[in-house]
Protein backbone atom coordinates (compact mmCIF):
# COMPACT_ATOMS: atom_id res chain seq x y z
CA UNK A 1 0.00 0.00 0.00
CA UNK A 2 1.21 3.30 -0.73
CA UNK A 3 1.61 5.85 2.09
CA UNK A 4 2.69 8.85 2.95
CA UNK A 5 2.82 10.32 6.81
CA UNK A 6 4.19 13.72 7.39
CA UNK A 7 5.27 14.86 10.56
CA UNK A 8 6.82 18.13 12.44
CA UNK A 9 4.16 20.87 12.14
CA UNK A 10 3.19 22.70 15.08
CA UNK A 11 2.85 26.33 17.10
CA UNK A 12 6.22 28.59 16.25
CA UNK A 13 6.45 32.46 16.45
CA UNK A 14 6.87 34.56 13.70
CA UNK A 15 10.44 34.84 12.55
CA UNK A 16 11.03 30.72 13.81
CA UNK A 17 11.95 27.39 11.82
CA UNK A 18 10.60 24.41 11.24
CA UNK A 19 11.27 21.25 9.63
CA UNK A 20 8.84 18.91 8.11
CA UNK A 21 9.45 15.55 7.01
CA UNK A 22 7.14 13.28 4.91
CA UNK A 23 8.05 9.51 5.31
CA UNK A 24 7.16 7.00 2.40
CA UNK A 25 5.94 3.58 2.29
CA UNK A 26 4.97 1.37 -0.96
CA UNK A 27 6.82 2.99 -3.45
CA UNK A 28 10.85 4.07 -4.43
CA UNK A 29 11.24 7.67 -3.94
CA UNK A 30 12.74 7.69 -7.55
CA UNK A 31 10.23 6.83 -9.67
CA UNK A 32 7.75 9.75 -7.68
CA UNK A 33 8.33 13.63 -7.55
CA UNK A 34 7.36 14.40 -3.98
CA UNK A 35 6.79 17.50 -2.33
CA UNK A 36 4.36 19.78 -0.26
CA UNK A 37 0.86 21.44 -0.56
CA UNK A 38 -0.75 23.71 1.62
CA UNK A 39 -4.03 24.64 3.02
CA UNK A 40 -4.88 27.78 5.20
CA UNK A 41 -8.51 28.46 6.51
CA UNK A 42 -10.61 29.96 3.56
CA UNK A 43 -8.36 29.32 1.04
CA UNK A 44 -7.56 27.23 -1.70
CA UNK A 45 -4.62 24.82 -1.73
CA UNK A 46 -1.30 26.08 -2.93
CA UNK A 47 1.51 23.87 -4.10
CA UNK A 48 4.40 25.20 -2.52
CA UNK A 49 7.57 22.80 -3.41
CA UNK A 50 8.26 19.37 -5.49
CA UNK A 51 11.43 17.65 -5.61
CA UNK A 52 11.82 14.63 -8.01
CA UNK A 53 15.33 12.63 -8.32
CA UNK A 54 14.96 11.19 -11.70
CA UNK A 55 15.81 14.40 -13.02
CA UNK A 56 16.80 16.84 -10.22
CA UNK A 57 14.47 18.70 -10.74
CA UNK A 58 13.55 21.08 -7.77
CA UNK A 59 10.23 23.64 -7.59
CA UNK A 60 9.18 26.40 -5.53
CA UNK A 61 6.58 29.03 -5.12
CA UNK A 62 6.77 32.66 -5.38
CA UNK A 63 5.26 32.87 -1.62
CA UNK A 64 8.02 30.57 -0.66
CA UNK A 65 11.14 30.88 -1.99
CA UNK A 66 14.11 32.18 -0.30
CA UNK A 67 12.48 30.84 2.69
CA UNK A 68 11.87 27.51 2.20
CA UNK A 69 14.00 24.24 1.11
CA UNK A 70 13.17 20.77 0.09
CA UNK A 71 15.31 17.96 -0.25
CA UNK A 72 15.09 13.83 0.39
CA UNK A 73 16.96 11.30 1.65
CA UNK A 74 16.15 8.51 -0.70
CA UNK A 75 17.63 5.65 1.55
CA UNK A 76 15.08 7.31 4.01
CA UNK A 77 12.21 7.64 1.70
CA UNK A 78 11.53 10.53 3.35
CA UNK A 79 11.32 14.11 1.88
CA UNK A 80 11.95 17.19 4.07
CA UNK A 81 10.65 20.78 4.05
CA UNK A 82 12.90 23.57 6.19
CA UNK A 83 10.98 26.38 6.49
CA UNK A 84 12.84 29.59 7.67
CA UNK A 85 11.68 33.01 8.55
CA UNK A 86 8.36 31.58 8.87
CA UNK A 87 4.91 34.35 8.93
CA UNK A 88 2.07 34.02 9.96
CA UNK A 89 0.41 33.59 6.69
CA UNK A 90 2.08 30.56 6.58
CA UNK A 91 -0.45 28.74 8.89
CA UNK A 92 -1.92 25.87 7.39
CA UNK A 93 -2.18 22.27 6.73
CA UNK A 94 0.76 20.79 4.96
CA UNK A 95 0.06 18.02 3.05
CA UNK A 96 2.65 15.69 1.36
CA UNK A 97 1.71 14.15 -1.94
CA UNK A 98 3.58 12.51 -4.63
CA UNK A 99 3.00 11.39 -8.45
CA UNK A 100 4.63 9.22 -10.84
CA UNK A 101 3.43 10.49 -13.71
CA UNK A 102 5.03 14.32 -13.18
CA UNK A 103 8.69 15.57 -12.13
CA UNK A 104 8.08 18.69 -9.81
CA UNK A 105 8.08 21.49 -11.94
CA UNK A 106 5.16 20.22 -13.71
CA UNK A 107 3.53 19.06 -10.34
CA UNK A 108 4.17 22.78 -9.26
CA UNK A 109 2.69 24.27 -12.11
CA UNK A 110 -0.45 22.43 -12.86
CA UNK A 111 -0.67 22.80 -8.80
CA UNK A 112 -3.72 24.72 -9.20
CA UNK A 113 -5.36 22.51 -12.09
CA UNK A 114 -4.58 18.96 -11.98
CA UNK A 115 -3.87 16.50 -8.72
CA UNK A 116 -5.97 13.31 -10.31
CA UNK A 117 -2.83 10.82 -9.67
CA UNK A 118 -1.22 12.27 -6.89
CA UNK A 119 -0.83 10.29 -3.31
CA UNK A 120 -1.58 12.38 -0.22
CA UNK A 121 -0.99 12.40 2.99
CA UNK A 122 -3.55 12.92 5.80
CA UNK A 123 -1.10 16.53 6.84
CA UNK A 124 0.33 18.33 9.63
CA UNK A 125 -0.67 21.92 10.88
CA UNK A 126 1.80 24.47 11.35
CA UNK A 127 0.72 27.78 13.07
CA UNK A 128 2.55 30.78 12.99
CA UNK A 129 1.72 33.54 15.81
CA UNK A 130 2.30 37.16 15.40
Known amino acids: EVQLVESGGGLVQAGGSLRLSCAAS????????VGWFRQAPGKEREGISF????????YYADSVKGRFTISSDNAKNTVYLQMNSLKPEDTAVYYCAADSHLNAQAMGVFAPFYTGNHVWGKGTLVTVSS
Open 26 to 33: GFTFDDYA
Open 51 to 58: ISSSDDSL
